[in-house]
């Protein structure tokens, strides 16, 4: 079966500008997540989504980090406007139910200068 | 709330030995563990996981973890390590829940293989 999609790889953009993710899960995986992962540290969940309704979203930055699923397959997160401290790299997960563990993605990288 | 501890940050073995990397968990229950490797530049794979049942879990690649619920703790094992095995690893605990499992990670251990 083909994999969790991300896109792009790599991302450089200055402080302030905006900036998109995209993800695309497994063909029928209902659960979605966004994590956040800083250099040296391990992924944070940002948002989980089942179907297209988030199922959590407490520790998105809700002033600056948007994310939707508007028909319950693919994703995109967005930052605007993106600060220094935003500079990690972005993994998108799926699974067909939650116990069965995540399919991660291969992340975006981002790197704000 | 949950918490992972994962008290090494790097760990530096030779080829051939045996490895240990430790994990323990803060959770009111016992929750779902996991187990995944991070090669530069991937995404994370799993290595293995409990959910209830033999303690002893097997997993891919040769590795292994054990579930010892009085010390809060799934240590991960491998007999013998092989260069590749070179990569950042990550314990992971979800809820026994239907709220979705959302996985908390610990900070991770670097795993450094000497010829």
């Known amino acids: 079966e083909a994999g969790v999609a991300q896109s792009p790889r790599y991302k450089i953009i200055e402080k302030r500008q905006s900036v998109a993710f995209w993800c695309n899960p497994i063909?029928?995986?209902?659960?979605l997540y966004w994590y956040q992962q800083i250099l040296g540290q391990g992924p944070k969940l940002l948002i989980q989504?089942?179907?297209?309704?988030?199922?959590?979203d407490s520790q998105l930055p809700k002033d600056r980090f948007s994310a939707e699923r508007l028909k319950g397959v693919d994703s995109t997160l967005k930052i605007q406007p993106a600060k220094l401290e935003d500079s990690a790299v972005y993994l998108c997960?799926?699974?067909?139910?939650?116990?069965?563990?995540?399919?991660f993605g291969s992340g975006t990288r981002l790197t704000v200068v | 709330a949950q918490s992972v501890t994962q008290p090494d940050i790097h760990i530096t073995v030779s080829e051939g030995a045996s490895l240990e990397l430790r994990c323990n968990y803060s959770?009111?229950?016992?929750?779902?563990l996991f187990w995944y490797v991070q090669s530069p530049g991937q995404g994370l794979q799993l290595l293995l996981k409990y959910f209830s049942g033999d303690t002893l879990v097997q997993g891919i690649k040769g590795f292994e973890a054990e579930f010892k619920r009085s010390q809060s703790s799934f240590n991960l094992r491998k007999p013998s390590v092989h260069w590749s095995d070179a990569a950042e690893y990550f314990c992971a605990v979800a809820p026994h829940n239907n709220a979705g499992n959302m996985l908390t990670f610990g900070g991770g251990t670097r795993l450094m293989v000497k010829p």
């Open positions: 959770y009111g229950a016992t929750p779902y």
């Open positions: 989504f089942q179907n297209n309704g988030v199922v959590d």
């Open positions: 997960a799926s699974s067909f139910q939650g116990s069965d563990g995540y399919t």
């Open positions: 063909s029928g995986h209902a659960t």
